[in-house]
């Protein structure tokens, strides 16, 4: 039993509601012990994991489950809390936004309803993991490959509604849903765009429906509970090549999104592609303690003289091209090499290929992958990670103006300054500015927060938001979209409240909902 | 190896995979569990065997080379997580296998033989 109340719910409604809740699913899946409440912390917590704890976890097995639960939490006022795998690392795991908010764990909905190896799409349930959708693809040897995250534990529907990146062509996750089907609070089940038809088999063919398109607005947003998505898969490729640019220079960086610029927008460079600074370069495979023991963030000038020693710059690029023309990759390496002698020649390229029915390697990160976890022990054990994710438009002065104020924020804090920018769809760099902490180290987590909502200020007066945020700062981050008298949140709480009068789901997502708007 | 959701008798395009219950069915073993879901870490190559080596006597970083290894500190682990390792939920894993899987680790290396290759 648990002693922790969701907010604004008295200890008998709860109870009476935990009641309900073990009648419609079964007590099995009404978790409220010390151990499964403890499952749903945030690993990676900025501070007490406590201050995100939830009350109870809730796992319905299918939509009829779900729909109960709906109509007992609003009965009771319960807030809840929906999440696919539960495994949104560096933005809050499965925690609620607001203590005490009870967890619906969507987990046990775990089916691949439908891989279609005509038209290359999906039709997933939330509980399907990247592990699980790899593993099913491989085992009917489908033509069609996985665009995946860097960690492949999370759900591939949650990643693609929490706008998540991966390193295809596909990698843009949310631009490949087609097709959705959502509850709503009231317990109404909802398939968007062609799927309104019954008997539709363009439902996960095509985008753009007779009205409205729907999908956007349930992606990083708390209007309803996504049951289904349908989503794009990409046909293998008859070659590939992973491409390695190392950039010398800290001064290089505007240059060096300009020079990558026209090469993503006409989709020579077709995937996303990633820099990396010169502290991410540094950590792989080192320890801390054996690069630096002094107080602070690791200086600049320390970061320098590692590199240097490793003969590596202080820019390193990599990014992965694809090809379905037999031969044509020949073409894209060379335009790609002669573009950067021209006008980067100070920057070194090295290439190595792939071809159809030869074996895969690491480089095309086609395997799944925990990868991203070795590094949150940097500061300490236990460690934990979070990151800045500002959105700035692809011309190298603003990026590099805003690359120079993180860096200095992050110094002038005492972290080291673990920053790397995806190019992702030609036009914008997302940064992933990464917070790399002790958590048992107060002093050192209350530096991050002070950090985060410094740069959510500091990108603001740059006319610069986030693309995604942990829990800690979603109200740091809404309190950029001020303009027009602050009418896009006004908007989204006119829309919240015609389709969750109650507020029980969510409230807080994304600064939706907990607040006035 | 497959673990959780899918068995599937899906042929071709345009089938939908029956669902499995979260707890796996009948073909949820110890060996697979942790063949799918702790060895990617705790296997020779793993990050969380790295980690490990710095800490425990030499040959034992794996968890199934662990000497010692209290079955219940497993299940503690699993559901709280250490260190930088999160934690599994009771849908990835149901407490009775959990039980399970911390008496398979739990047994000293040697006691069945081959029975931890992990």
């Known amino acids: 039993m648990t002693d922790l109340v969701p907010p604004g719910v008295s200890a008998a409604a709860f109870s009476a509601a935990l009641a309900e809740f073990r009648q419609a699913l079964g007590p099995d899946w009404v978790l409220t012990s010390a151990d499964d409440r403890a499952s749903y912390l945030d690993p990676f917590a900025i ?34 809390w929906p999440v696919s795998m539960g495994k949104n690392f560096a933005y809050g795991t499965a925690a609620p936004a607001t203590k005490g908010t009870v967890v619906l764990d969507l987990k046990r909905m775990n089916r691949i309803l439908e891989i279609n190896e005509d038209l290359g ?20 040897r489908s033509k069609f490959w996985m665009s995946g995250p860097a960690h492949s534990w999370g759900s591939v529907i949650g ?17 490949t849903i087609c097709g959705m089907e959502v509850m709503l609070a009231d ?16 439902w996960q063919a095509f985008k753009l429906p007779f009205g409205p398109v729907l999908d956007g607005m349930f992606t990083q947003s708390n209007f309803a509970i996504v049951t289904k998505m349908g989503l794009w898969l990409m046909p293998e490729p008859a070659e590939m090549a992973g491409v390695t640019i190392d950039v010398p220079g800290r001064a290089d960086l505007a240059q060096l999104v300009d020079t990558l610029r026209p090469l993503k927008l006409d989709d020579t460079i077709n995937s996303t592609y990633t820099i990396a600074n010169g502290m991410r ?19 600049i000038a320390k970061i320098e003289q590692t590199l240097a020693a490793r003969g590596k710059g202080w820019w390193n690029v990599i990014f992965n091209l694809f090809e379905h023309t037999a031969g044509g990759m020949d073409l894209r390496v060379e335009r790609v090499r002669r573009h950067f002698a021209e006008r980067m020649p100070q920057a070194k390229l090295s290439v190595v290929r792939w071809k159809q029915g030869e074996p895969q390697a690491p480089w095309m990160r086609q395997e799944t992958s925990l990868a991203p976890l070795a590094v949150v022990d940097w500061r300490g054990s236990p460690g934990g990670h979070s990151d800045f994710g500002p959105v700035v438009a692809a011309v190298g002065s603003r990026v590099d103006a805003l690359y120079q104020l993180v860096e200095r924020r992050f110094v002038e804090f005492g972290l080291d300054p673990w920053i790397g920018m995806f190019g992702i769809g ?25 950090l985060l909502r410094q740069l959510c200020k500091d990108a603001a007066a740059m006319g610069i938001g986030v693309y995604r945020t942990h829990l800690e700062f979603m109200e740091d981050a809404a309190a950029a979209q001020i303009w027009g008298d602050r009418a896009l949140p006004r908007l989204n709480a006119r829309i919240k409240s015609a389709l969750d009068p109650v507020g029980i789901l969510a409230p807080g997502k994304q600064g939706i909902g907990r607040k006035p708007a | 190896m497959k673990l959780l959701p899918f068995c599937g008798l899906a042929i071709g395009a345009a089938l939908a995979l029956p669902a499995i219950a979260a707890d ?42 662990r000497a010692q290894l209290p079955a219940s500190y497993i299940a503690f682990v699993v559901r709280h997580g250490v260190g930088s390792m999160p934690q599994f939920t009771p849908t990835e894993v149901t407490d009775r296998q959990l ?11 040697g006691a069945a033989a081959g029975a931890k290759s992990g």
């Open chain 1, 159 to 175: 990643n693609a509604l929490e706008h998540g990146v991966g390193y295809t062509p596909y990698g843009i996750h949310a631009d």
């Open chain 2, 24 to 65: 796996g069915g009948d073909k949820w073993t110890p060996q697979t569990f942790y063949a799918d879901r702790c060895a990617m870490c705790h296997g020779p190559s793993g990050w969380g065997t790295r980690t490990l080596s710095r800490r425990v006597p030499a040959g034992q970083a794996e968890l199934t080379r």
């Open chain 2, 99 to 109: 039980t399970e899987l911390a008496a398979w680790l739990a047994r000293p290396p």
């Open chain 1, 281 to 299: 370069q540094i950590t792989g495979g080192a320890r801390r303690g054996d690069i630096w023991q002094g107080e602070g963030a690791i200086p």
């Open chain 1, 426 to 450: 030609g036009r914008a760099l997302v940064f992933v500015a990464d917070m790399l902490y002790a958590r048992d180290d107060k002093a050192m987590t209350d530096a991050c927060k002070a």
């Open chain 1, 187 to 202: 317990g109404s089940l909802v398939r968007t765009g062609f799927g309104a038809i019954p008997g539709s088999q363009e």
């Open chain 1, 121 to 140: 799409y999906a039709l997933v349930e939330p509980g399907v993991s990247f592990f699980d959708f790899k593993d099913e693809l491989d085992r009917r």
């Open chain 1, 47 to 80: 501070g007490d994991r406590g201050d995100h704890a939830t009350a109870a976890a809730l796992a319905p097995a299918d939509t009829e489950q779900l729909r109960a639960v709906l109509r007992i939490a609003t009965r009771h006022k319960v807030p809840l």
